[in-house]
């Protein structure tokens, strides 16, 4: 359906798609024509309201479609509240981000929703933000300052759920039926109990049940999450219409990339795990073409919890892509394991595994996140070693809290299972390291090994292809907040520490020192060829399992980056004989044998003559 009063280039960007469009939308929603049409319309809607300065973005970024794989890009995830107070106060706070490198800020806990909870993500209005933060307009303002600065700005959509509290669950309690067919409502437990029997249960013991009951409309409903986040159902059309316009709508507010949140869940049928269904795909290839439509520039990040093997189907085809950005959510649970552990080798496997994939997918590698670590941990791997998994979760958790004879991390467990000894875990990196310890013991040399580490692991980050996240804070060796109560989540999510941000100039202080190594690796990841997502990156055989190689080559660069995760000095030792340069202290290295500081890393770079 082509109409003769839209505008050429709209029109040219949907015949581009307009088949495969259609194809989609007739299959998941029983070819449906006047819903297709009203979903066609809702585009051409969209793109008329997109401002002219982000249509010249979009033709820009659409001649450079490779703009986001630039190796001096860093993303910073920041809760507006928490780091500024308000929006204002984040534009106002830019010029530290431009200190921190930050090339990409992820706005958390942004759209209007219940600020008192302490999970997740119910939005309430997905078309305004929390009011104690601001309004669209400050948004708005704050996308123009980043984009003079070369900041991309994210934030998340949940695209699998609303609060109890939106006017489509109000409507609903009030038994208005178009209101409840936008969720999962039943009139008694019969097919709930049904879809019991092959839906696994997300969170057993903070909220057990993927059902819960409504008192107002004396129904049952859909909550795979929590009991206030109420399903959406996308087998019905128009929930798919209304959330593709809420998400453009944000990203005509000038967001340049979306996190499609709970993406995984989007569809459900009985019979099935309702989780990563074939029509999930399908949904998100039709998000990915209704922003080539409407707004080209911008980037859809899923949120799917897998390794990077099997997440990376939500790249979708070189044909038929899907989502441009995937966060790396399994390398955060195999970093902590290998601190506490000091055995590279599940690290090294998890490096393998990205390295099998196509070097046009980008990963969002981090260390930590506003989530707890998860261990979802390659146990079938792990068993080769006779690694016992409720043991090996018990131990990582007593290692990680500081439980565990020796250790100096501060982590603090959440939703903490004492029958099988399993927890999830928060904690800042400076705190996971030791820097928290050792400033209580007042211990200089305990200080400086954790701050080697603290480094250590962020220069890890730095080597690996994709996109490295600092989370807020880390710059800074921040440390775990107290908590206001036992186990809650935002004990490493609270307010920004300026006074320790202050200190990031003084190299004689932990800020000062993590600060000043993180900018120098951002740097020399700008500067090195080696570094680039083009890179021929291979693991290298160290001779010990508590040190970890990776080699990177490329454009004549060869770049050689060894960590140690013992506590004492080890060898590398590498079947290599050239000379490489240290990229740290410019002195000359024989890479046949080279000693590794305890909990400390080297990159050493070798250039080739031209020939």
């Not at 309702?274 to 922003?291: D, N």
């Not at 890479?591 to 890393?601: F, L, M």
């Amino acid at each position: 359906m082509i109409h003769t009063q839209w505008k050429p280039e709209f029109e040219s960007r949907l015949r581009r798609h307009q088949d495969e469009l259609k194809q989609l939308h007739f299959e998941l929603y029983h070819s449906n024509l006047k819903a297709f049409d009203a979903y066609v319309e809702m585009l051409y809607h969209a793109w008329q309201d997109r401002p002219e300065a982000l249509r010249l973005l979009d033709r820009a970024r659409q001649d450079d479609p490779q703009w986001l794989q630039d190796r001096a890009r860093v993303a910073m995830p920041v809760d507006v509240a928490a780091f500024a107070g308000t929006i204002k106060g984040l534009q106002a706070r830019l010029d530290y981000l431009a200190d921190c490198g930050v090339r990409m800020l992820h706005l958390t806990n942004l759209l209007r929703g219940p600020r008192d909870m302490e999970h997740g993500a119910a939005v309430s209005d997905f078309r305004a933000v929390q009011p104690e933060i601001g309004a669209l307009e400050d948004l708005s303002r704050l996308a123009e300052q980043c984009r003079k600065r070369g900041i991309a700005l994210c934030t998340d959509l949940s695209m699998h759920h609303t609060s109890d509290q939106h006017e489509w669950a109000r409507r609903a309690r009030a038994g208005e039926k178009a209101c409840q067919d936008r969720y999962y409502f039943y009139d008694s437990y019969e097919l709930p109990n049904a879809y019991e029997q092959t839906m696994p249960q997300e969170l057993p013991l903070a909220s057990p049940g993927n059902f819960s009951w409504c008192e107002e409309a004396q129904k049952v409903v859909m909550t795979t999450f929590y009991p206030d986040q109420w399903d959406l159902n996308y087998m019905n059309p128009a929930v798919l219409c209304d959330m593709t316009e809420n998400l453009l709508f944000l990203c005509n507010q000038g967001i340049d990339a979306i996190r499609l949140e709970g993406l995984p869940y989007l569809w459900k049928a009985l019979g099935t795990s309702c989780r990563h269904l074939r029509q999930v795909h399908s949904l998100a290839r039709i998000l990915r073409m209704a922003c080539e439509i409407v707004c080209p520039g911008v980037l859809l990040l899923g949120d799917v919890a897998l390794e990077p093997g099997p997440a990376s189907a939500y790249f979708g085809s070189e044909e038929r892509p899907e989502c441009h950005l995937l966060y790396n959510t399994a390398l955060m649970a195999a970093v902590w394991h290998t601190v506490a552990t000091r055995d590279v080798r599940l690290l090294a496997h998890q490096v393998q595994q990205m390295l099998y994939l196509p070097k046009r997918f980008t990963f969002l590698n981090y260390l930590r996140s506003r989530d707890p670590v998860v261990w979802n941990l390659d146990f079938g791997f792990l068993g080769q070693f006779g690694t016992q998994e409720s043991a090996h979760k018990r131990y990582l958790n007593d290692y990680l809290s500081g439980k565990w004879p020796g250790s100096t991390a501060r982590g603090e467990l959440y939703h903490a299972d004492p029958r099988l000894g399993d927890a999830q875990l928060f904690g800042t990196t400076a705190s996971l390291c030791g820097i928290e310890a050792a400033r209580e013991k007042n211990d200089g040399v305990a200080l400086a090994r954790a701050i080697r580490t603290d480094i250590m692991l962020h220069a890890f980050l730095f080597t690996l292809s994709g996109v490295p996240v600092l989370c807020s804070g880390d710059e800074i060796a921040r440390e775990n907040d107290p908590p206001k109560t036992k186990g809650t989540r935002r004990m490493s999510q609270g307010p920004m520490d300026w006074h320790k941000a202050a200190l990031r100039a003084d190299p004689i202080t932990a800020e000062g020192q993590v600060f000043a190594a993180i900018r120098r690796l951002e740097a020399l990841r700008a500067e090195h060829p080696a570094l680039d997502d083009q890179a021929d990156v291979r693991l290298l055989n160290t001779g010990s399992d508590q040190v970890l190689g990776i080699s990177r080559s490329w454009r004549g660069e060869k770049l050689l980056a060894l960590f140690n995760f013992s506590p004492d000095t080890q060898i590398a030792w590498l079947k290599d004989l050239s000379l490489y340069t240290d990229l740290h202290t410019t002195a000359s290295i024989d890479a046949g044998a080279v000693t590794v500081p305890a909990g400390g890393y080297r990159w050493l770079i070798h250039t080739e003559e031209a020939r």
